[in-house]
């Protein structure tokens, strides 16, 4: 009989330190001192989104840095700006892509020409500046698109000049 109360007792207290508040703790103790024995890895901080450059220069100038490869009315003279279209017009979802430079760093940044559409032309600041453009047979290389063609209207408005990223120098 001693034997058999010996036998549950070392049962109980094996049971009482693994399943027990005490095993609890342990088992949050020993998670913590691993813890903090991981280095601190770096995070992707996705809502910080890409870092924008610094900029000089008027939007509504044929000039701008972000407009040398622009060809149509700028979005900045129309209601919006290089980043918006004018209110009660919708961005097209499908773009040119130039690459210009920005003399503040001397940078290339890849520029998202997205036109802006649903309103009649804008008619004003027309700017044709067409770097890396190419003949409209080359439709993957030519600015010469109304990209308003996969939006809900195809009526072409404006085109914003939007930084969505540094180039790969060449
Ligand atoms: N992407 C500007 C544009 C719009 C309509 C026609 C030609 C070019």
Request: glycine share 10%; charged share 20%.
């Amino acid at each position: 009989m001693k034997f058999l109360d010996q036998l549950f007792e070392k049962k109980a207290r094996s049971l009482a330190q693994t399943s027990g508040r005490r095993g609890l703790l342990k088992g949050l103790g020993a998670a913590l001192v691993g813890a903090s024995s991981i280095p601190l890895l770096p995070v992707a901080r996705a809502s910080e989104g890409p870092s924008m450059p610094k900029e000089f220069g008027d939007e509504g100038s044929c000039d701008y840095w972000r407009y040398c490869a622009v060809d149509g009315f700028l979005c900045a003279c129309c209601g919006g700006s290089t980043n918006s279209c004018p209110p009660g017009t919708e961005m097209s979802p499908i773009t040119w892509i130039g690459t210009c430079t920005n003399p503040v760093d001397g940078r290339n940044y890849v520029i998202s020409y997205n036109d802006c559409c649903g309103k009649t032309q804008c008619n004003s600041c027309l700017c044709q500046r067409d770097e890396g453009d190419r003949p409209l047979y080359r439709s993957d290389k030519s600015n010469d698109v109304n990209w308003c063609l996969g939006a809900s209207s195809s009526v072409y408005h404006c085109s914003t000049a939007i930084v969505v990223g540094i180039a790969f120098e060449k």
